[in-house]
């Protein structure tokens, strides 16, 4: 495969270390991994989505204990 973008990764590439090498490959096969992934959303977790998204601003929650309460319902 050539295109105009493969040639501009392998130009800025070309001179790199290989700790900086090993990292690019990283976050390739994880953007290609996660274009595979797909999954749904259960119908309570629509729910509870919609239930938060319709709370006023003042009740709503920091992101940290929100993440943790998300984790602990659905192990997450």
């Not at 009740?59 to 309460?69: M, S, Y």
Request: hydrophobic share 30%; no cysteine; glycine share 2%.
């Amino acid at each position: 495969m050539e295109s105009v973008t493969l040639k501009n990764i392998q130009q800025l590439l070309k001179d790199a270390p290989e700790s900086v090498l090993e990292k690019v490959l990283g976050y390739i096969e994880a953007i290609l991994k996660d274009e595979s992934n797909t999954f749904t959303l259960s119908e309570e977790q629509k729910e509870s989505l919609q239930k938060i998204k319709k709370r006023p601003y003042e009740q709503h929650t920091e992101i940290d204990t929100f993440l943790n309460e998300m984790k602990s319902k659905y192990d997450i």
